[in-house]
């Protein structure tokens, strides 16, 4: 583990260094001292999320998990997600990090397979918190019925695809998506080897549901995904609440998605993007609904 360690080290050393090279050292230090205080909330608001996903993820891990190991896995998940924000492709490589930095204490398939629940149950509560705020959409902005029940619909399916994965995952998840695989190309790598340990690892998923008992920790798990990121969305938007009064008060269309899902898209650039594209939804937030000054 020490030699993963020190890849881990240095690949991470090396990707913020591209970053600060990218953004700019000066202009990141002076736009961190601009911020103030306010940064250190932001730091404070990100340890505090993580602290509670962790316990979410832990809960889920089917192996005596020793209160000693919490930090542990604290980190990992840090790793694990921070590796995974680099870029789309990193993403699978940040999951499979945090089996890796925690098999020292808990087994890899073990490990993996609590990665693949706490995915699974972090993108089912993303998708539930959505739903919230398309609800809530319907009595805070003035958005035209047919968009707003066309986005509630597209979301319902959404719903419905993960149903049928936590459905999968019950029966052997992994198997499945590999037998989505032609034959020629899977006889290629897969002996029987390889297939043991892909039904370990079916196994090991399969595990949180295989009770009431066991599938209380997924519920568990569900609630902390979703009242961590519940009550942090909620923060940014009521935190900037104040600086897009002083802003335009149309809409556009980033601007309400984000709205319904608690975050605030404001920025210039943000308008910038979505100019060309928000022409034919000129709607404004029905608590800012005024009548321009005539020139």
């Excluded at 009064?245 to 910038?272: N, V």
């Amino acid at each position: 583990m020490k030699k993963y360690r020190a890849i881990f080290i240095g690949a991470g050393v090396l990707i913020l260094a591209l970053l600060f090279y990218g953004f700019g050292v000066q202009k990141t230090i002076d736009d961190i001292l601009a911020m103030g205080w306010r940064f250190w909330i932001i730091v404070g608001i990100f340890l505090f999320n993580n602290i509670f996903m962790t316990i979410g993820w832990k809960v889920l891990i089917n192996h005596p998990v020793r209160p000693s190991y919490y930090v542990q896995l604290f980190l990992a998940r840090v790793a694990g997600d921070s590796t995974s924000s680099v870029n789309a492709m990193a993403s699978a490589a940040g999951e499979a990090l945090k089996a890796i930095y925690i098999k020292d204490v808990i087994p890899f398939q073990t490990g993996l397979a609590s990665v693949v629940l706490d995915r699974t149950v972090h993108i089912l509560s993303n998708v539930l918190m959505m739903l919230t705020g398309i609800f809530i959409s319907f009595f805070v902005l003035n958005i035209p019925l047919w968009i707003s029940v066309g986005t509630l619909a597209a979301f319902m399916l959404l719903l419905y695809t993960m149903m049928v994965v936590l459905n999968k995952q019950r029966q052997g998840f992994v198997r499945y998506l590999l037998t989505r695989v032609p034959g020629r190309w899977l006889d290629r790598f897969m002996t029987d080897k390889r297939w043991e340990k892909v039904d370990t690892l079916d196994g090991e998923i399969a595990f949180v549901f295989s009770s009431r008992e066991t599938m209380k920790s997924f519920y568990y798990s569900l609630a902390i995904h979703y009242l961590s990121g519940f009550f942090f969305q909620a923060w940014r938007y009521t935190s900037s609440s104040s600086s897009r009064a002083t802003r335009s008060p149309s809409c556009t269309p980033c601007s309400c998605t984000s709205s319904a899902c608690f975050s605030p898209a404001s920025s210039s650039s943000c308008r910038r993007t979505w100019a060309p594209a928000r022409a034919p939804f000129r709607w404004r937030c029905a608590s800012s609904a005024t009548t321009p000054p005539s020139a």
